[in-house]
């Protein structure tokens, strides 16, 4: 534990150097919010559509978070000779690993903050403590398979095709996932892809929590498949890495 700590300190404090990189991370989320939910009054101005706006934006500040985090930046430190000498000293790889999740996760709740303040300030959204306690432990979990789909890609990618593949798969699932726009609102075809995507399974996960509601049976079945698929690939990735790189 105490390795893990320590992997999660100085990776935190690696980010916060580059301040771009924080404030890539920390205001882009916000900026969708005021883009999509305080620019229009029909949904700013209404409490029950705003409440929902923000559950939805603060989901894909969580996603946006792990993904870039992990994704590009586990491509990067790979490219490091440090992280080479790293991967050959003799104490496994979970204190790296749960150190990079650590620190992500600390990003992520730091992306939160700009939404739910963009939300209070310029939005009728509101909620509870109990259910911002609910939310709060639901997008936590729901980041998960996305914490995965980020490692896997840092691990198989160079940063040069990291970037990249990480913008291609998050905006467009956030899309069909129904973050920018609420599912109703979608042709049929679109709303029947969209349930299996992890995307529109965490949404409503998500969404559940926030409404004191139950998401169905449907949600948490792709949830858990999709965090397994990819914890799986994660995995692969991983060790294909080391054997290709340490054998």
């Given at each position: ?14 980010t ?6 924080v ?21 700013g ?14 989901l ?6 792990y ?13 490091k ?6 991967r ?67 691990y198989?990618?160079?940063?040069k ?29 679109l709303?029947?892809?969209s349930?299996a ?11 559940g929590?926030l ?12 949830a858990?498949g ?7 690939l ?14």
């Amino acid at each position: 534990m105490s390795l893990l700590l320590l992997h999660a300190r100085y990776q935190f404090l690696e980010t916060i150097r580059v301040p771009i990189a924080v404030i890539g991370t920390v205001g882009f989320p916000a900026l969708f919010m005021l883009l999509f939910v305080v620019s229009n009054p029909a949904v700013g101005g209404e409490p029950a559509a705003a409440t929902l706006a923000a559950g939805q934006m603060s989901l894909f500040a969580v996603i946006s978070a792990y993904m870039f985090n992990l994704g590009a930046g586990v491509a990067e430190d790979r490219a490091k000779p440090w992280h080479a000498h790293l991967r050959t000293l003799p104490v496994g790889p979970a204190a790296q690993l749960g150190g990079r999740l650590l620190n992500a996760q600390c990003f992520a709740l730091l992306s939160l903050i700009p939404v739910a303040l963009t939300a209070m300030l310029f939005t009728r959204a509101h909620a509870s403590a109990g259910e911002l306690a609910a939310v709060l432990l639901a997008l936590l979990l729901a980041g998960l398979p996305f914490a995965f789909m980020g490692l896997a890609i840092g691990y198989s990618l160079p940063l040069k095709a990291a970037i990249p593949v990480v913008q291609l798969l998050l905006l467009p699932m956030a899309f069909a996932g129904g973050l920018f726009l609420p599912p109703v609102l979608f042709p049929d075809w679109l709303d029947v892809l969209s349930h299996a995507l992890p995307t529109r399974a965490v949404r409503d996960l998500v969404i559940g929590a926030l409404t004191n509601t139950a998401p169905g049976v449907v949600a948490p079945l792709v949830a858990a498949g999709w965090t397994l698929v990819l914890g799986t690939l994660a995995v692969v990735a991983h060790r294909r890495d080391e054997g290709r790189r340490f054998r």
